[in-house]
């Protein structure tokens, strides 16, 4: 499903991946460890256009995407889960899902796929109402999954879910993620974790210093 290619790319001219490569098949869960600064994010933001590639060739469903806009890798079915959560604090748990299917016309398919998410979390359908910032961090991080998937997305990239974290709910984020491949979503999931992220993933790539050292 995705072919990532001698991929070189970093910031302001200064390389921070150094020809990596790697692939993800559909229906995988798919793990990218390393620690803290070894390119994890760098590698997610190439694939859904955020950054451009300096070289290398990064694939999706045979389709070169390194040269997309980033509007148009979401609308072939890629979502991204950034770092940190980014949930809107002001707005309602449905506002900040509602905006996750900004791509799908259709309002009976967004009530659909609505339905479809709360199932997976009950949490987030109790809270529908409140505001994002009142919401607890693991529950927070389930509403930025969760408007990953209202795009109804092929892939989704999951970046350091585990941030900020008590174990326990790292555990849940966990299960949660191994529920949505389970439906057929193909998962790439970065994580400094590595212990649990190699439990659950079918295949992992180890990343250091922006170089892929073992798979």
């Known amino acids: 499903m995705l072919k990532v290619k001698n991929l070189n790319t970093g910031y302001d001219n200064v390389p921070v991946i150094f020809d990596v490569s790697f692939e993800v098949n559909e229906g995988e869960l798919v793990s990218i460890v390393g620690s803290n600064g070894a390119g994890k994010t760098t590698i997610l933001r190439a694939i859904s256009g ?14 070169r995407i ?22 809107f604090s002001k707005m ?3 506002d900040n899902l ?5 791509t799908i016309d259709s309002e009976a398919e967004i009530e659909k796929i609505l339905k479809e998410v709360f199932e997976i979390f009950p949490r987030l359908k109790e809270r529908e109402g409140q505001k994002a910032e009142t919401l607890s961090g693991g529950e927070q991080q389930m509403l930025a999954i969760a408007r990953g998937l209202m795009s109804r997305p092929k892939l989704l990239l999951v970046d350091e879910m585990s941030l900020g974290l008590m174990p326990i ?12 491949s389970k439906r057929g979503i193909t998962v790439l999931l970065v994580e400094q974790k590595v212990q649990e992220a190699l439990e659950m993933a079918d295949r992992a790539y180890v990343l250091q210093t922006g170089k892929i050292i073992g798979h």
């Open 98 to 102: 509602l905006l996750g299917a900004y």
């Open 66 to 87: 390194d040269v997309m806009p980033a509007h148009e890798i979401v609308s072939l079915g890629i979502a991204h889960v950034p770092e940190g959560r980014h949930v």
């Open 169 to 180: 709910l790292v555990d849940k984020v966990m299960e949660i993620l191994k529920e949505i």
């Open 92 to 94: 309602s748990v449905r």
């Open 50 to 63: 955020l950054i451009r590639p300096f070289s290398g060739e990064i694939e999706f469903e045979g389709k």
